[in-house]
């Protein structure tokens, strides 16, 4: 069981690029999540998906956009990549009223 | 506007002895709580969680207290060992109303030998 499969792990960007972050659970999760790990700022989340189909923005949204492709992958894409985008990017799933399992993370540098 | 704070970026703590890591929120529609554990490079972990109906949880040398009318939950950990050096997130959600779960700043756990 691979649990959540993110990739890539690394990206350098530069302004301006655009690129989709991959992520893929084998958990039969009804929901899943994008967060950004920020020095000092935790986990903050980008975007939520509580099903297939649907989508909701998070606490930091702007700047991304996400598709919910089917039950088992959650894609997370930059249209336009900026320095202010450097982080590190976590993929999540969930079932309702149980913890979330993360993916390993991808690291992306904005230059 | 935060709704999770852990107002305590860092905390060291003896091998042996007791850590305690707190949290607080603001959101009333909290409802379910969680604790992650996170090494650096790799993602977070989950630890324990409450349901907003109990008051404490207990798994082996975790537990976590919950105090609603303070809005206010904490994390024990009884004996403190080295692999438990990491930065904790506490983490909430409303069930009721969606499956989001948003976290706090995170606290980092020193255990000195």
């Known amino acids: 069981n691979a649990g959540v499969t993110q990739t890539p792990k690394f990206q350098v960007l530069k302004t301006g690029q655009s690129m989709t972050l991959q992520c893929a659970q084998d958990?039969?999760?009804?929901?899943m999540y994008w967060y950004r790990q920020d020095p000092g700022m935790g986990l903050r989340l980008i975007y939520y998906?509580?099903?297939?189909?649907?989508?909701d923005k998070g606490e930091v949204p702007n700047g991304y956009n996400v598709s919910r492709l089917n039950k088992r992958e959650f894609s997370l894409r930059l249209e336009s990549a900026a320095p202010s985008q450097t982080s590190v990017y976590f993929c999540?799933?969930?079932?309702?009223?149980?913890?979330?399992?993360f993916g390993q993370g991808t690291r992306l540098t904005v230059v | 506007d935060q709704q999770v704070k852990q107002n305590s970026p860092s905390l060291s703590v003896q091998e042996g002895r007791i850590s305690i890591l707190n949290c607080d929120y603001t959101?009333?529609?909290?409802?379910?709580f969680l604790w992650y554990k996170k090494y650096p490079a790799e993602g977070p972990t989950f630890l324990i969680s409450?349901?907003?109906?109990?008051d404490k949880n207990e798994d082996g040398r975790f537990t976590v207290f919950l105090n609603k009318s303070a809005k206010h939950l904490s994390l024990h950990i009884v004996p403190s060992q080295p692999g438990d050096s990491a930065v904790y997130f506490c983490?909430?959600?409303?069930?009721?109303?969606?499956?989001?779960?948003?976290f706090g700043k995170g606290t980092r756990l020193h255990i000195l030998p």
């Open positions: 999540a799933s969930s079932e309702f009223r149980n913890e979330a399992f």
């Open positions: 958990m039969n999760h009804n929901s």
């Open positions: 998906s509580a099903s297939e189909g649907t989508t």
């Open positions: 959101n009333s529609m909290f409802d379910y």
């Open positions: 409450i349901s907003s109906i109990k």
């Open positions: 983490a909430a959600e409303s069930t009721k109303r969606d499956d989001k779960i948003i």
